[in-house]
């Protein structure tokens, strides 16, 4: 039994539409532990309140081991401003971090430009990381590989027209999230 730990993002509220609702689902029926937790106030998110509910949720398994993290969107930004802050306070398994937005369009959303400020690309994150994110996303029009994943040094998997990689986009169910949940070496592709 794993556990994982699934962080949602800017204006979630954890739709039984979205791939992480749908995951958490697959992942409990299979008899592991996950916690997905609504973050406090996700139309108006404070960034200390966020790493404090991250802190938190981070803690160790009943079965003692370390959880997996799979963060959507802003909770990308918000894993790695934790990671900055107090790496060893983030002593995970491995990461999988989907569709962030850029710094640029983080910046210019008066409710998250927090998350965006200081943001230190360079940091260096302990466990194995890997970034997900779609073609034509519009909160990240750059593309993240660019922003994220060379910078950070991660192993990035592209999603032709993923855009978002939201329900929005066509992720409700998301099959090869569950397949790389269970074996880290599987590729990341569309639905």
Same mark, same amino acid.
């Given at each position: 039994m794993n556990t994982y730990l699934i962080l949602h993002g800017y204006q979630n509220h954890r739709p039984a539409g979205h791939w992480q609702h749908w995951l958490a689902g697959q992942?409990?029926? $299979? &008899?592991?532990?996950? $916690?997905?937790?609504?973050?406090? @106030?996700?139309?108006?998110?404070?960034? @200390?309140?966020?790493?404090?509910?991250?802190? @938190?949720?981070? &803690? $160790?398994?009943?079965? &003692?081991?370390?959880? !997996?993290?799979?963060?959507?969107?802003?909770?990308?930004?918000?894993?790695?401003? +934790?990671? *900055?802050? *107090?790496?060893?306070?983030?002593?995970?398994?491995?990461?999988?971090?989907? *569709?962030?937005?850029?710094?640029? !369009?983080?910046?210019? #959303?008066? @409710? #998250?430009? +927090?998350?965006?400020? &200081?943001?230190?690309?360079g940091v260096r994150l302990k466990a194995p990381t890997r970034l997900v994110y779609g073609d034509g996303d519009p909160y990240c029009p750059e593309g993240a590989d660019g922003h994220y994943g060379v910078p950070l040094g991660l192993d990035s998997d592209r999603v032709p027209a993923g855009a978002h990689l939201n329900p929005d986009s066509g992720y409700g169910p998301w099959p090869a999230v569950l397949e790389w949940c269970e074996d880290p070496a599987v590729r990341l592709s569309a639905r």
């Open positions: 992942l409990a029926e $299979r &008899g592991h532990e996950v $916690r997905y937790p609504q973050l406090p @106030e996700p139309d108006a998110p404070v960034l @200390e309140e966020w790493l404090a509910a991250l802190r @938190e949720h981070l &803690g $160790r398994s009943a079965g &003692g081991g370390r959880p !997996v993290v799979l963060a959507h969107s802003l909770s990308v930004l918000l894993w790695l401003r +934790a990671a *900055a802050l *107090a790496p060893d306070a983030v002593d995970v398994e491995r990461v999988l971090l989907v *569709a962030p937005p850029s710094p640029a !369009v983080t910046a210019s #959303i008066p @409710e #998250i430009a +927090a998350f965006a400020d &200081g943001l230190d690309l």
